[in-house]
């Protein structure tokens, strides 16, 4: 009797222990909520517990997609900041990517593959939906790391077109 609980508690455990994330593909991303300013008072959580390799490409940036989740914002502005916080784990070196397009026939967005917990990710289009792809640097194994997703916005610049120049007094010598 006791051999027959203890090998189904292993089997619970490793049914448990392998469970997917909800947004294990980008067909379930995470909607995350755009903060309107450089504060994260809005933010998504995430974990690459149990996730797997997604069918996009595993060659698109350096590190190991084969343990990718996925998360989705509606770009406001031209250009968001992404930041991945309260990274906790055995692996805490997690990187992200930006995809375009219509799961699950995504591309990269150009220039988009970043190897540390934060980038600026410029030239969006307003309104356009841009799916984040967050994966580990290690290859194989089980990351139970976890994390929260931010998006930032910039400020707005208020002198970026000639028709309304800053005033810049001369120094004369």
Not at 27 to 32: F, I, R, T, Y
Not at 59 to 74: I, Q, R
Not at 86 to 99: A, E, L, P, Q, R
Not at 141 to 151: E, K, Q, R, S, Y
Request: proline share 5%.
């Amino acid at each position: 009797m006791k051999q027959l609980i203890l090998i189904s508690s292993l089997l619970l455990c490793r049914i448990i222990g392998f469970s997917q994330p909800s947004n294990d593909n980008c067909e379930n991303a995470l909607p995350v909520t755009i903060n309107v300013d450089l504060n994260c008072t809005s933010l998504v959580s995430g974990t690459l517990l149990g996730a797997t390799a997604s069918p996009q490409s595993q060659a698109s940036c350096s590190g190991s997609e084969d343990d990718d989740v996925w998360f989705s914002f509606v770009a406001t502005n031209s250009t968001h900041y992404i930041e991945l916080s309260n990274i906790v784990g055995n692996t805490t070196s997690i990187y992200h990517s930006v995809w375009t397009g219509t799961c699950p026939s995504l591309t990269l967005y150009s220039n988009s593959c970043s190897y540390s917990s934060s980038s600026a990710v410029h030239g969006l289009t307003i309104g356009t939906t841009y799916f984040i792809r967050v994966y580990s640097s290690i290859t194989g194994g089980a990351p139970n790391t976890t994390f929260d997703v931010c998006i930032k916005t910039p400020p707005a610049v208020s002198n970026d077109e000639c028709s309304n120049p800053v005033s810049v007094a001369i120094n004369p010598i």
